[in-house]
């Protein structure tokens, strides 16, 4: 299985009309916030595939196009506060949004996030029942605390985040939130099982294997920010 994981900037080598070429391996796509909803609907409709989507702090409640208002991507998903089981067996859950920093509608306390957080734990707790685990991959647009984050206001990083990998355990944890401008700036850090990955721009993702254990893969591709 192979993701498309995108987050915050608008690329020219996936907005165009040779994404099918370019991207015809992909498998799903996730989405970690702050991209206009055409986009979001051009790579599900060009590529035929499922998307999941959280919405950063940027997002706005309604969208105008030509097709009139819109509330949500036509045909994504959205995990905020869901836990959701994808056909191919992989298992998401996600919250949207930063930190508050100027009341802006997807800005949360800290005490917030940590509402988001408790309001999956049921549906996790049933799954490592039915399934043998938790999930495969928490989606959020903030950084964990301490992981990728930031030290101003904006972009500090949730402890909810860092608590939840801690906790339950997931192999994969896609955020978004934190813009990358330079090559030696890490975008991937191992917190104990969960490998934690900064979705800037765009980043592909191999998976070799998908068993109750957890996720096995297979490789690993950056491309942040950059259009080639």
Not at 91 to 100: C, P
Not at 189 to 198: D, E, G, L, S, Y
């Amino acid at each position: 299985m192979r993701i498309l994981a995108i987050s915050d900037e608008e690329l020219g080598n996936i907005y165009n009309p040779q994404i099918r070429e370019r991207f015809k391996h992909i498998d799903i796509a996730i989405s970690c916030g702050d991209l206009p909803y055409y986009y979001l609907e051009y790579i599900i409709s060009m590529l035929d595939i499922n998307l999941y989507y959280v919405r950063g702090n940027h997002a706005r409640d309604v969208e105008f196009s030509i097709d009139g208002q819109k509330k949500s991507p036509w045909g994504g998903v959205d995990l905020h506060r869901k836990v959701v089981r994808d056909e191919s067996g992989l298992i998401l859950a996600g919250v949207q949004g930063s930190l508050r920093y100027n009341n802006g509608p997807y800005q949360y306390t800290q005490a917030g996030m940590w509402e988001n957080i408790l309001t999956l734990v049921p549906k996790l707790l049933l799954n490592r029942i039915v399934y043998g685990k938790y999930l495969d991959i928490f989606v959020t647009h903030a950084s964990p605390w301490k992981i990728h984050d930031r030290t101003d206001r904006p972009h500090i990083g949730s402890k909810a985040f860092r608590w939840f990998n801690r906790v339950f355990q997931p192999a994969i944890h896609l955020h978004g939130h934190i813009h990358v401008y330079k090559n030696d700036e890490i975008t991937e850090t191992q917190f104990q099982k969960t490998r934690i990955i900064n979705a800037f721009g765009y980043k592909e993702i191999e998976i070799e294997s998908l068993t109750c254990d957890g996720l096995s893969f297979a490789s690993r591709q950056a491309r942040h920010g950059r259009n080639e």
